[in-house]
């Protein structure tokens, strides 16, 4: 080894020393952040192969192989399962073996390196460890390569940082079989050790640099996707809030008109919910909603939209459905909601009232909205007004048909508290 070598690798280890230290600053702020804290604990692991290798370059023994390469494999198996986490699709029982074959490949490599021969067993601990590694990254990058949403600067920037990952570990494993070699591997050989071998950990260095950058304004991106999508909902019931109701309906209101297909709305009110919050107290009134927001949230399609509207009352819209459907809807859902029990202190359960309303094409979506909500309005106070715990369609024709079908299942069901 030239003399200017080993301060060359010195170099590397006070550089990936640097980025040690960064990625344990951003743990603490990563604390409570789930896969947030995988990521930075993957790139400290990864900082400490990177110094252990170097260290390896400048006193070579098996112990450091096997150490570097433990470290290396364990980031990088880190880094997957914070992938995984993050919502990137990978089947749990595929995660689990690859962190299986992590661990039972760190133990081959502990085991390797008793062989007596040190030379041998540091060669064949490089091998190994270098190919298993260098599969765990592609597995990273193929989880990478599965995100439809968008190529951001984040998405890009841990693409090159698992693609320098990638080809460092390449690179490592071509000098690894080179050091022994023979055949075309013998040609990447060099007569004096010099960049070549320095070139794997400066592909390190750069992914462990571009993966913290990356990483992190890829957990910014999603923490503000996450707040934006909570400023939505309502905080009781999780369902959107009156302000994301007309955000949604806006744009459903134009897919109707474009498309010419039907746009259905149920406006949903808690039958006499004030003497529940008067006779039981108000935490056990926000249990009640929150039983009912949780009806309505399981008996929805994923198109449809579900929003509490007020204090106690509650919105569907639903794409694609024709007046017959809504009704039946509206029906499913009464019965399910007469299921739901009462407080003590009240008895029996609890019952709704719906208006159902078929969007018209207007030619203007707010104008359609508005009509489309009004009319379900005044086809729920219809249902109040006669009698609660029915369902009533705006339509004259389908307000029989759906007394109808009330009559059926009242005599059918036991009857509920109307509080309904």
């Given at each position: 080894?030239?003399?200017?070598l ?9 550089l990936?020393a640097?980025?040690l ?5 951003l743990r603490?702020g990563?604390a409570?952040?789930?896969?947030r ?5 993957a ?11 170097a ?11 096997v150490l ?18 993050s919502?990137m ?15 039972a ?5 502990g085991?390797i390196a ?6 041998m067993?540091?060669?064949a601990?490089?091998?190994l ?9 592609w597995q990273?990058?193929?989880l990478?390569?599965r995100?439809?949403?968008s190529?951001t600067?984040?998405h890009?920037l ?7 990952q990638?080809a ?7 000098l ?8 075309a591997?013998?040609?990447l050989?060099?007569?004096?050790p010099?960049?070549?071998?320095q070139?794997?950990l400066?592909?390190?260095l750069?992914a462990?640099?571009s993966?913290v950058?990356?990483f ?13 999508a909570r ?5 009781l019931?999780?369902?959107f ?7 949604a309906?806006m ?6 008109e474009?498309?010419?297909k039907p746009l ?6 808690v039958?006499?919910?004030k003497q ?7 935490q056990?009134?926000d249990?009640?909603l929150?039983r009912i ?7 929805c399609?994923a198109t449809d ?7 106690e009352?509650f919105?569907l819209l639903?794409?694609?459905?024709g007046?017959?459907d809504a009704?039946?809807?509206a029906e ?7 299921a739901?029990p009462?407080p003590?202190e009240?008895?029996?359960h609890?019952?709704v ?9 207007t ?5 359609s909205?508005?009509?489309l909500f009004?009319?379900a309005?005044?086809a729920l106070y ?6 609660r715990n029915?369902?009533i369609?705006a339509a004259?024709?389908?307000g029989i048909?759906?007394?109808?079908a009330?009559a ?13």
């Open positions: 080894m030239s003399p200017d080993p301060t060359a690798y010195l170099t590397l280890l006070v990936f640097s980025t230290g960064i990625s344990i600053g603490y990563a409570q952040a789930g896969h804290a995988r990521w930075t604990d790139h400290a692991l990864a900082s400490l192969g990177g110094m252990a290798l260290l390896g370059a400048i006193a070579p023994a098996p112990l450091w192989a570097a390469q433990a470290l290396c494999l364990g980031a990088q198996l880190m880094l997957v399962r914070g992938l995984a986490a919502g699709a990978m089947a749990p029982h595929h995660l689990r073996a690859m962190v299986a074959g992590g661990v490949s760190v133990a081959l490599l085991l008793t062989v007596q021969d040190a030379v067993a540091e060669r601990i490089r091998t460890g270098h190919a298993i590694t260098a599969l765990v990254v990273a990058l193929r990478l390569n995100e439809r949403r190529h600067i984040a890009t841990v693409w090159v940082a698992c693609c320098a990638l460092a570990q390449g690179l490592c494993l071509a690894a079989l080179a050091a022994g070699g023979a055949g591997w013998s040609a050989r060099p007569e004096e010099g960049m070549l071998a070139a794997p400066l592909l390190m750069i462990v640099l993966g950058v990356g992190t304004l890829l957990s910014a991106e999603r923490q503000l996707a996450e707040q934006r400023a939505r909902l309502d905080s019931t999780g369902l809030h009156r302000g994301a109701l007309d955000d309906a744009t459903l209101a134009v897919d109707a474009r498309t010419g259905s709305c149920l406006v949903i009110d039958d006499r919910f529940v919050n008067d006779r039981a107290g108000h056990a009134g249990m009640v929150k927001a949780e009806t309505l949230r399981r008996a399609r939209v579900a929003a509490r509207f007020g204090g009352e919105c639903c794409p694609n459905t007046e017959e009704v039946l809807l499913r859902i009464r019965a399910r909601i007469a739901i009462l003590e009240i008895g029996g609890a019952s009232s719906i208006g159902i309303a078929l969007a018209e094409d030619g203007d979506a707010r104008r909205w508005e009509r009004a009319e309005d005044r219809r249902a109040k007004r006669e009698g029915r369902v369609h004259a024709g389908a048909a759906a007394k109808a009330n059926a299942n009242e005599a059918a069901e036991p009857a509920a508290w109307s509080v309904a």
